[in-house]
């Protein structure tokens, strides 16, 4: 790379940088290949892509050109919980992880159920300098107490793009039902936490055999299906009424949900939903100490494989950094949760960013917090499956860019739908070289969320810089 970003300042206009013989993927036009990138003075001068001779040696296994990628669905923890991560250390991690756009939920404490919060948020980012550009959701309902609705509107006007009690589903059906017309009306999708809370209290790991061995509470898969029915069931009823309501399901875990949101989407309803990194790759075997990826823990017969039999189990059992909500799932699920970003019954892949600090994940398995730090691995792991032949390249990198970018519509933050390699855009975009793996530690780690499942592990894919709306957002150490 030729260039002088190594003399700039995370936040400095990146005025020239020159990227030589690289596969540059852009899924705005399909097209992926050999290819430079040229940038002068923030903006994306030139996209040439190589023929012939000159392109002899350039692969899918080096250095990638990408647009930046955008997450629908992170923690930040601030206001309120700013020892497990902070405005300005979530949009550093952001970067390190290649995005250039996230979508902060809106559990903070206070909740974001009032403009006054965004307002604070966005007085952090401002501070920090991050060139990531924060969006954010609104709660539904006031304080995600599930009472009463939150300043739907207001929120609308201050800027939301989408509207969540994420942590928790919004408990009421009435409250659901109301809040689909009221955002409806403004155009603006409700992104549901699908999970039925009388079938999920206590729940500490997927009810199956692995939960049953260790001794922990199951989450039933009945759980998350029961939801999202209920969800399409009132969606369908307001449509008449309210032809603009859209429902997004975030971190979908489970076959039979997966299936009624192919099956409504057939039917044309207006849903989206998107899946997790963890929830594709790992299994619930992880919680019993397997350190196998979720496509290795089934055979060629589709059979799930017994960890237990099969001598996967290498490390110590009730390791916390593997609790999440939902749980991860057995290995069919998993592949089901891969089946469904590869026919587009998912539309993006959100990482659901939850550092914890180690005070909430460092106590016995039930009591643990739930959530991973995920937002700085999730496309080594999309990388994984690729290099796995799991997953097209290109169909993981929309699933970062244009999908994500497809379901907030008009509110896709700076970028709008133009997440490709646009010549004469402002330069937005990240450079990862594949063969270069990188381990998981506490210190390679830029969030203050230590609690990555991935601790120890060597992973494919090096970010080498990260370029956000023509500025600098992240920079390897090795990068030129
Ligand atoms: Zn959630």
């Not at 549901?192 to 939960?211: I, K, Q, S, W």
């Not at 759980?223 to 309501?245: C, I, K, S, T």
């Amino acid at each position: 790379m030729a260039s002088t970003v190594a003399e700039l300042a995370v936040g400095a206009v990146v005025e020239r940088l020159d990227i030589e013989r690289a596969w540059l993927v852009d899924p705005l036009t399909g097209r992926e290949g050999p290819g430079e990138v040229v940038v002068r003075h923030g903006r994306l001068a030139s996209v040439t892509w190589l023929r012939g001779a000159t392109a002899k040696g350039i692969g899918p296994d080096g250095v990638l050109v990408l647009p930046g990628l955008l997450d629908l669905h992170v923690h930040l923890r601030e206001p309120g919980g700013e020892d497990a991560e902070t405005v300005a250390t979530g949009l550093t991690a952001a970067a390190h992880g290649g995005f250039t756009t996230v979508a902060a939920m809106a559990n903070t404490s206070p909740a974001a159920d009032d403009p006054s919060v965004f307002a604070r948020v966005r007085a952090a980012v401002e501070a920090c300098g991050s060139p990531v550009e924060l969006l954010l959701h609104g709660a539904v309902t006031a304080g995600r107490a599930g009472e009463r609705l939150a300043a739907l509107g207001e929120l609308a006007d201050a800027g939301a793009v989408g509207f969540s009690d994420d942590g928790a589903p919004v408990r009421s059906p009435v409250l659901m039902r109301n809040a689909l017309l009221y955002l409806g009306a403004l155009g603006l999708p409700l992104f549901e936490h699908a999970e039925d809370p009388g079938m999920t209290a206590g729940a500490e790991a997927h009810e199956g055999v692995v939960a049953a061995i260790l001794g922990l509470r199951g989450w039933p898969v009945a759980g998350e299906e029961a939801a999202v029915a209920r969800d399409l069931a009132l969606l369908a009823e307001v449509l008449p009424d309210a032809p603009g309501a859209r429902l997004h399901l975030t971190h979908l875990s489970t076959a039979p949900a997966l299936d009624l949101v192919r099956r409504a989407k057939a039917a044309g309803l207006p849903v989206t939903c998107d899946v997790t990194p963890h929830h594709l790759a790992l299994t619930d075997e992880w919680v019993a100490g397997a350190r196998r990826w979720a496509w290795e823990a089934i055979d060629a017969d589709g059979a799930v494989r017994d960890p237990w039999a099969d001598g996967a189990l290498v490390v110590g059992p009730y390791a916390t950094a593997t609790k999440v909500n939902p749980p991860l799932r057995s290995a069919d699920h998993a592949g089901a949760v891969l089946a469904a970003l590869l026919d587009g019954t998912a539309d993006a892949v959100a990482t659901d960013h939850a550092p914890h600090t180690a005070v909430d994940k460092e106590t016995e398995f039930g009591l643990a917090a739930n959530g991973i730090s995920g937002i700085e691995a999730a496309l080594s792991v999309l990388l994984a499956a690729v290099a796995a032949g799991k997953l097209p390249l290109l169909r993981a990198v929309e699933a970062l860019t244009t999908g994500p970018a497809s379901v907030l519509g008009a509110r896709a933050g700076r970028r709008g739908a133009a997440r490709g390699l646009v010549e004469g855009a402002p330069a937005d975009l990240v450079v990862v070289d594949v063969g270069d793996r990188w381990t998981v530690t506490p210190d390679a780690l830029c969030s203050l969320g230590k609690n990555s499942p991935f601790l120890g592990r060597e992973l494919p894919g090096r970010v080498l810089l990260t370029v956000a709306g023509g500025r600098l957002g992240y920079r390897d150490a090795g990068a030129g």
